[in-house]
């Protein structure tokens, strides 16, 4: 089975643009789709971005998701960083029947 | 609007079971396609996923707690369970049931989560 690996924290400025990085220990990052969700303090997690790149509705376009076949990752970039985009951010891929979730990125917008 | 509730002991004795419920209402848990899942979350953590059933109770399990873990489908009441056998203070962690949304034979993503139940693992 592999692993996703997210960065711990990051941080940017209000207006700013991030991007979370989530890097697959094995196998390719485009075998299967990756999903982000973002989870705010003592809520539970809600789906921003599905395979890849496309964002459910209800999801402002700053958000963008991307593969890197390269570097074996993907990546949630959010534009125009808003003090509400303050959260966790967990990706989640799969493999046969087994469903992976990368350790998580807490998001400070300051 | 689909909404899931978990429900069971927020308490548990190291060795014992788990058990756990979700409740899904405003729709059917047999509506195709159907497939339901546990997911955990200890403190200050990620997510970990637990295992994923069908509404026919054919079920998968991550690799780590295959073994300890049963889920099982109640499609008269509406329900799926959670079963964890063995418990120690590592599986104290809020627990999420939710649906997996399936398009076209393919999972996309996990939707309509429940509010999670916080389970303690200690004596």
């Known amino acids: 089975n592999f692993m996703l690996t997210q960065p711990h924290s990051v941080s940017e400025s209000p207006g700013k643009t991030v991007t979370i990085s989530c890097t697959r220990s094995?196998?390719?990052?485009?075998?299967?789709?990756v999903q982000w969700y973002q989870q705010r303090p003592g809520s539970a997690p809600i789906i921003v971005m599905y395979?890849?790149?496309?964002?459910p509705s209800g999801v402002p376009d700053r958000f963008s998701g991307s593969i890197d076949s390269s570097s074996n990752s993907a990546s949630l970039t959010i534009s125009g960083l808003k003090t509400e985009d303050e959260a966790d951010y967990h990706c989640?891929?799969?493999?046969?029947?087994?469903?992976?979730f990368g350790g998580g990125t807490k998001l400070t917008v300051l | 609007q689909l909404q899931l509730q978990e429900s069971g002991p927020g308490l548990v004795t190291p060795s014992e079971t788990l058990s756990l419920t979700c409740t899904v209402s405003?729709?059917?848990?047999?509506?195709?396609?159907?497939?339901w899942v546990w997911i955990r979350q200890s403190p200050g953590k990620g997510l970990e996923w637990i295992g994923t059933?069908?509404?026919?109770?054919?079920?998968h399990y991550s690799p780590s707690l295959r073994g300890r873990v049963t889920i099982s489908v109640d499609t008269s009441k509406n329900q799926f369970s959670l079963k964890m056998r063995s418990v120690t203070a590592a599986d104290t962690a809020v627990y999420y049931c939710?649906?997996?949304?399936?398009?076209?034979?393919?999972?996309?993503?996990?939707?309509?989560w429940g509010q999670g139940t916080l389970v303690t693992v200690s004596s």
């Open positions: 939710a649906r997996e949304k399936w398009e076209q034979l393919l999972f996309l993503y996990f939707d309509n």
């Open positions: 405003g729709g059917s848990l047999g509506s195709s396609p159907s497939y």
């Open positions: 059933t069908h509404y026919t109770g054919r079920a």
């Open positions: 094995s196998g390719s990052i485009a075998s299967n789709h």
């Open positions: 395979e890849d790149n496309q964002r």
């Open positions: 989640q891929s799969y493999d046969n029947n087994n469903r992976v």
